[in-house]
């Protein structure tokens, strides 16, 4: 009961944008440096090579929510293109991970569409592979859409599936060869589209794993589920399906111990690096899935 109320607490809080406004000015708060890589690319590639000298690898996301000018979203998309150029200088093995409506798509989908076109191509020069992170319900469909649209002309792009939701299973059908990350699913969402109960949520989860891994389609399990991590490794084994086509993938300061252990047995781990000023929303949703992680929230505040 406490702790329903102190999730919706915090997925109410990640989504005011009065709060997410404020804390761009005060800098990294209450322990968010945990799970926080800094403010600047320069932190985040320090964290990545930090990672990667460990045998982990790594995904870096620029944080950023609620742009609503094309000003913000052309200065989000230089700033991914920047982000790129840094991890090809820096030789850290990391790709990119981005959000859709950071870069316009509540503002105008063409427009949206040229500016992921723009850093397609600079991933491209540098053989790299950029991740659109799949966030509420209202923007599923639309981001499922500009990715079938990218995927004509790009193969260094894929997307991210949340097992809660209903439809998942079909998108993952259809979304057979393309690289996709599944997660179990971050927002508040409604009973009427996606699963409320954690063990039906799991339950889909494995299924989707499942579907993706044989139909031969490379696969990013992110989870810091134990369990979901020994089914997977399981059967993987069983059905002889190569490390080749599959990898895991974590959350910056998020198990850490797991994640070197996982690739000391072998296994690609990718961690996921968040960094930026817009460090709020990102930082409400990871104490909404762990109310335990308030602990050292509460610590923060008193050391910043
Ligand atoms: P949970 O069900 O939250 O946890 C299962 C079990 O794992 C817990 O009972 C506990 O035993 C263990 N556990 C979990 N956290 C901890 C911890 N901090 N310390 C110790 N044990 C712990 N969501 C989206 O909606 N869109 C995205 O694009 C997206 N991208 C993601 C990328 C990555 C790399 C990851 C890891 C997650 C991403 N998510 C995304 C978030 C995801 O949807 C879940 O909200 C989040 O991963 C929490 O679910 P879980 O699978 O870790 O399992």
């Not at 850093?119 to 079938?148: S, W």
């Not at 039906?200 to 989707?208: G, H, P, T």
């Not at 979901?228 to 993987?236: G, N, P, Q, Y």
Request: with cysteine; aromatic share 10%.
């Amino acid at each position: 009961m406490i702790e329903t109320i102190s999730k919706n607490i915090f997925l109410y809080a990640s989504q005011s944008r009065a709060l997410n406004t404020a804390a761009k000015k005060w800098g990294l708060r209450f322990g968010a440096s945990q799970v926080v890589a800094g403010e600047t690319i320069e932190s985040a590639m320090k964290a990545a090579k930090s990672l990667n000298e460990k045998g982990l690898v790594c995904t870096v996301d620029h944080l950023g929510e609620f742009v609503s000018s094309r000003e913000e979203a052309s200065e989000a998309t230089e700033y991914c293109i920047r982000t790129l150029d840094s991890i090809a200088e820096s030789g850290a093995q990391c790709n990119l991970s981005l959000k859709l409506t950071q870069l316009g798509l509540d503002i105008d989908v063409d427009f949206c569409l040229h500016n992921m076109r723009r850093i397609l191509d600079t991933a491209k020069k540098h053989q790299n592979f950029v991740r659109i992170d799949m966030e509420d319900y209202a923007h599923c469909q639309m981001t499922l859409d500009m990715l079938r649209e990218l995927r004509k002309e790009y193969e260094n792009v894929g997307t991210v599936i949340q097992a809660y939701l209903h439809r998942s299973l079909q998108d993952v059908k259809d979304l057979k060869g393309v690289p996709l990350r599944l997660v179990k699913g971050a927002y508040k969402e409604s009973p009427e589209v996606a699963y409320q109960d954690k063990k039906q949520v799991d339950e889909n989860y494995m299924r989707i794993i499942r579907e993706h891994l044989l139909s031969g389609s490379y696969t990013a399990i992110a989870t810091h589920d134990h369990n979901i991590i020994a089914k997977v490794k399981e059967f993987v084994e069983e059905h002889g399906i190569s490390r080749d086509q599959f990898e895991f993938q974590m959350l910056y300061g998020i198990r850490k111990e797991m994640q070197v252990q996982l690739a000391e047995e072998g296994y690609t781990m990718r961690v996921y690096i968040p960094f930026g000023n817009d460090w709020f929303g990102y930082f409400m949703r990871r104490l909404a899935e762990r109310p335990q992680n308030v602990a050292f929230a509460i610590k923060g505040l008193f050391s910043k």
